[in-house]
């Protein structure tokens, strides 16, 4: 759904009707409202069962913020509402902190404080030191929490407001208060009903940046060039073929072959030689496992760049995926901007090493 989807929006949005256009939308709206349901339910079971993990780093307080208030602000003006940075901290302050949790703390709580907010209200983020912690402070001038529903706001699949239509699943608070926890600090609130609220939350202060923390990076969208690369794709499911041929089609000089089970693909390999390889892990009569570690067996294949394609979210899949060779674990669904970047980012290297004879 969200492949098509996004496949219309980024190549045939411009030639259809301005309705049909919403609908496309809708579509692909709907469908990561889905999936961010469907990676919050696993995250918080994973959380609850003991198998989340933690990596504590020394994390730069003005950097996390920046990248987090830059991914709201496109939400902010959709609703009408207006982010303050009011962070009272020097540039080379840092916090320990998992990255990854400590990011979607932060975006949690300014997306609810924006989507429970009034039109041409305020989302006021604030951090600030405390007894040797950084204090985050997300304050809002929105609807508030009625005190009726306070005490189970934490609580899954709760959802303050219920009776309004404001998107959302009734998790993120759980999960946001599950991950401060993992990171040895706890959240706090106060609200009034019609007022706004404000949720706000510690972290111990550190003195320098570790060695091992480095910024994300942004992937590109489109390949910057035509290419001449040749790509194998083995999918028995012949909606995700259909969807990575129409994908393959905006991308000059790309030549697709296809195979539907797990033998097949491997023959095709060894007759074709391609470049580069997307290999489904789940096939019909062997696994995408197996086919990659014959793969690696032969001279002929043993350095073909090789991306796992699979539904499953599990960290362990992706681990034992990546130890078996793969140079890339991708986890479905993808979307047409995820393969043209992947595409791009393997093309220089693809057309430095030499052909096979």
């Known amino acids: 759904i969200m492949g098509f989807s996004s496949l219309m929006l980024k190549f045939g949005i411009d030639s259809l009707p301005e309705k049909i256009r919403g609908y496309v939308k809708n579509i692909y709206d709907g ?174 202060q550190a003195d320098q940046v570790s060695d091992s923390f480095t910024a994300p990076t942004i992937p590109v969208n489109a390949v910057d060039e035509p290419l001449d690369i040749r790509v194998l794709y083995v999918e028995d499911n012949p909606i995700g073929m259909k969807l990575m041929e129409e994908i393959i089609n905006y991308i000059p000089g790309v030549t697709l072959y296809k195979a539907d089970s797990g033998e097949a693909g491997y023959r095709v390999a060894m007759e074709q030689r391609p470049d580069l390889i997307f290999l489904d892990i789940n096939l019909p009569d062997i696994s995408g496992l197996d086919v990659m570690k014959r793969l690696k067996q032969q001279a002929e294949t043993s350095n073909t760049p090789v991306m796992a394609l699979s539904a499953s979210a599990l960290e362990s899949e992706v681990q034992k995926g990546l130890e078996a060779g793969f140079t890339r674990y991708i986890r479905k669904p993808c979307e047409a901007d995820e393969i043209m970047a992947i595409l791009s980012s393997q093309s220089r290297a693809i057309a430095q090493r030499p052909k096979a004879k």
Request: glycine share 6%; net charge negative; proline share 2%.
């Open 31 to 204: 469908g990561t409202h889905l999936s961010a349901l469907i990676n919050q339910v696993l995250d918080l079971t994973k959380i609850e069962t003991g198998k989340a993990s933690v990596k504590i780093e020394h994390v730069s307080v003005r950097e996390i913020s920046d990248e987090c208030l830059a991914l709201m602000r496109p939400l902010a003006t959709q609703q009408k509402v207006v982010l303050v940075d009011e962070i009272s901290i020097k540039d080379t302050t840092y916090i320990s902190a998992d990255v990854v949790r400590l990011k979607q703390v932060i975006i949690n709580l300014i997306s609810n404080a924006i989507k429970y907010n009034k039109t041409d209200g305020k989302v006021f983020i604030k951090c600030r030191p405390v007894n040797g912690k950084i204090r985050f402070e997300i304050e809002d001038t929105g609807l508030g929490i009625p005190i009726a529903e306070q005490a189970e706001i934490f609580t899954p699949f709760s959802r303050a407001h219920h009776h309004i239509n404001v998107e959302g699943s009734g998790i993120g608070l759980a999960v946001t208060k599950k991950n401060l926890e993992m990171m040895d600090s706890e959240i706090h609130f106060n609200s009034t009903e019609g007022v706004g609220s404000c949720f706000w939350f510690e972290l111990d």
